[in-house]
């Protein structure tokens, strides 16, 4: 076991983008319970948002899950989350689109081209919001983290036990 | 880097190179080195500025290439060197394999769903009320962990307790006990056989060096009770300390043994090996080659594929090797023997001296790696013992003694992994841990001792 761990840790950030300030306040309190551990981050347009992400990368921290409305003045949410692939720092970061507006066609090329993970339409249920953030959370956690363990008590804790449990992710010492 | 690996890679490194400035007397050169490379070991192992697993292979290296035959230095006494062969050895001795074998069987019993239909199967009997269920888990977590890896044990039987905590009211500390319960059972089911837990393996390396065997069945008649008296005293210092609110509790058994050919093949060559280690004293074959079945089968009937083979924790076989390869060194050079002399213990006795060690032992297992607490204290031991002339049955005791007591460190979250994991759950906090693991750790440590002294000299 290490007995002294890396105080300096790179973080794992969640971010928000929606062009009305009470949506985009209304997410971040259903977020603000991973806060503590996943730093959530606002963004109120898709240019926003790209220099959000370059931030996060500019402090070696990587972005792990983004909740993005459609649309909204200038870019919109589908272009922006199928531009994530190449933005460093936000390669591997799971994709929800979270809008009320989204037609049929916005949606097949949101699941097609972005690569979306999940799909809320709006209104929506913090609870529900919740749930889901916490799921890819633990997914990206089990891709991309070497130490998914520290996080069993903000994330899915059975989902985490189990990879260990099956992959042999941690040592027997 | 942290503060502590930091000083860690200074201090290790000047003590690697302390034989090169100052000249140590009673060591001959060759002496002196592995000095050197045992107090790199130590402070690498316990400060971690690398992995320990590499730690272990660097041990390897400098030995390969500062003190064998074949090195840079020949020998100052005139006497030869090991071959480097003989350090490479270490990481297939049969210790080695006999993990081997251990780690192809929880494999194969991962791949096909055994260990967790097993412990369904195990917990039925237990009904609904939480003081039976806690016990059950228990026993079911601390034989899966008789043969598995503690962690992986540990890990599986979370997936076990979470469903049942999340429908407890949160104020029910028996929230707590059933997350103490696990890992706690783990370390102490590591125990019990001598693939448990890789000190057990290091204990047993150091007495196959001193030329002595102890069999499977023989470690079990020495552990298997003395774990069994544990998970009772275990069991009921969790229900005092976190008593139970709710009547009962209810468990989610369902799941069926699966039936296929790979999921047969698995049951017939885990029960048949299981079954021909705990009974070597019958047969007497050794359990390093009924290890090798497991091992050349599972593949050969392709229960075990490239992709499992690739997952092995390796890196524990590494560790343990490091610390075997070190005991060829400190053997052949007279190191143990020189510690010794600097360090007057005979005033303590050599029963003194023993819970001595108990207690060291104890306290730095809490704070680094169970194994490699073993590694760096075990030579010690066999050190004083040739010190003091010790008959071979005591040393023999006391090896044993040290390896197992570092299973009882799980004070706190770093003392063990699967505390670990019990710890990440967010059920407990560091003060539940550290009580209730104080009082099993310390009352474990006693009844070891007792265990040693009136217990084991029926058999060793």
Redesign the interface.
């Known amino acids: 076991m290490a007995v002294w761990k890396d105080e300096f840790m790179n973080q794992i950030c969640i971010l928000c983008v929606d062009d009305e300030p009470e949506v985009l306040e209304a997410i971040e309190r259903d977020l603000r319970v991973f806060d503590d551990i996943f730093p959530v981050e606002l963004a109120a347009s898709a240019e926003e948002a790209r220099k959000i992400c370059s931030t996060i990368d500019g402090r070696e921290d990587r972005l792990g899950v983004i909740v993005c409305d459609h649309l909204m003045p200038g870019e919109t949410g589908v272009e922006l989350l199928a531009s994530l692939d190449v933005i460093p720092g936000a390669e591997s970061a799971r994709k929800v689109l979270l809008t009320g507006q989204a037609g049929h066609e916005d949606t097949i090329e949101a699941i097609n081209r972005a690569g979306l993970d999940y799909y809320i339409s709006k209104p929506w249920k913090g609870e529900h919001l919740q749930e889901v953030v916490r799921k890819l959370l633990t997914q990206y956690v089990l891709d991309q983290s070497s130490d998914p363990m520290s996080f069993m008590s903000v994330l899915d804790a059975g989902m985490i036990a189990d990879a260990i449990h099956k992959k042999g992710m941690a040592s027997d010492f | 880097?942290?503060?502590?690996?930091k000083i860690g890679m200074v201090l290790g490194l000047l003590g690697l190179l302390l034989p090169w400035w100052v000249s140590i007397d009673g060591l001959s050169s060759e002496g002196a080195r592995t000095l050197g490379v045992f107090i790199f070991a130590a402070i690498f192992w316990m400060?971690?500025p690398v992995p320990?697993?590499a730690t272990s292979l660097l041990v390897i290296l400098l030995q390969v290439f500062t003190l064998s035959s074949a090195g840079f230095f020949q020998s100052e006494t005139g006497g030869t060197l090991p071959p480097y062969g003989s350090f490479y050895a270490s990481l297939a001795s049969p210790i080695i394999v006999l993990f081997l074998g251990g780690f192809s069987l929880a494999s194969a019993a991962?791949k096909v769903g055994l260990d967790l239909n097993l412990t369904r199967w195990l917990l039925r009997p237990f009904g609904q009320a939480p003081s039976a269920i806690l016990f059950g888990l228990m026993l079911a977590t601390a034989m899966l962990s008789a043969f598995m890896?503690?962690?992986?044990t540990t890990?599986?039987m979370?997936?076990v307790i979470?469903?049942m905590v999340s429908v407890l009211d949160k104020t029910d500390p028996f929230r707590k006990a059933l997350a103490l319960s696990v890992p706690f059972a783990a370390n102490l089911g590591g125990i019990a056989t001598p693939i448990g837990?890789?000190p057990n393996a290091i204990a047993l390396a150091a007495l196959n060096q001193l030329g002595v065997k102890i069999s499977f069945t023989t470690w079990m008649l020495l552990a298997v009770p003395l774990v069994v008296v544990m998970l009772l005293i275990c069991w009921q210092v969790l229900l005092k300390l976190f008593p139970p609110q709710s009547k009962t509790v209810s468990l989610k058994l369902d799941g069926k043994f699966a039936t296929h050919h790979a999921a047969l093949l698995t049951y017939l060559i885990f029960g048949g090996t299981v079954l021909l280690w705990v009974t070597e004293k019958l047969h007497g074959i050794p359990s390093s080659m009924v290890a090798f079945l497991p091992v050349a089968l599972l593949p050969a009937l392709n229960v075990l594929q490239k992709k499992e083979i690739r997952?092995?924790?390796w890196?524990?076989l590494w560790?343990v090797a490091g610390g075997i390869s070190l005991g060829v060194s400190l053997k052949e050079n007279g190191v143990a023997d020189w510690m010794l002399t600097r360090v007057s213990m005979d005033a303590l006795g050599p029963v003194g001296a023993m819970m001595g060690f108990c207690l060291l032992g104890y306290i730095v297992a809490n704070?680094?790696?169970?194994?490699?607490s073993a590694s760096i204290l075990i030579p010690l031991v066999i050190g004083f013992a040739s010190g003091i002339q010790m008959a071979e049955a005591d040393l023999t005791r006391n090896v044993v003694l040290i390896g197992i007591i570092v299973s009882f460190s799980m004070t706190l979250p770093?003392?063990?992994?699967p505390n670990?994991?019990g710890m990440?759950?967010?059920l407990i906090d560091t003060k539940d841990m550290m009580k209730a693991g104080l009082i099993v750790g310390l009352v474990g440590g006693l009844m070891l001792i007792a265990c040693a002294l009136f217990y084991w000299p029926l058999f060793l």
Not at chain 2, 1 to 5: G, L
């Open positions: 880097m942290a503060f502590m690996p400060t971690e320990i697993y991962v890896s503690n962690t992986a890990a599986m979370m997936t979470l469903p837990t890789p997952n092995f924790p890196e524990v560790l704070l680094v790696s169970n194994t490699v770093i003392s063990t992994p670990a994991i990440s759950s967010g």
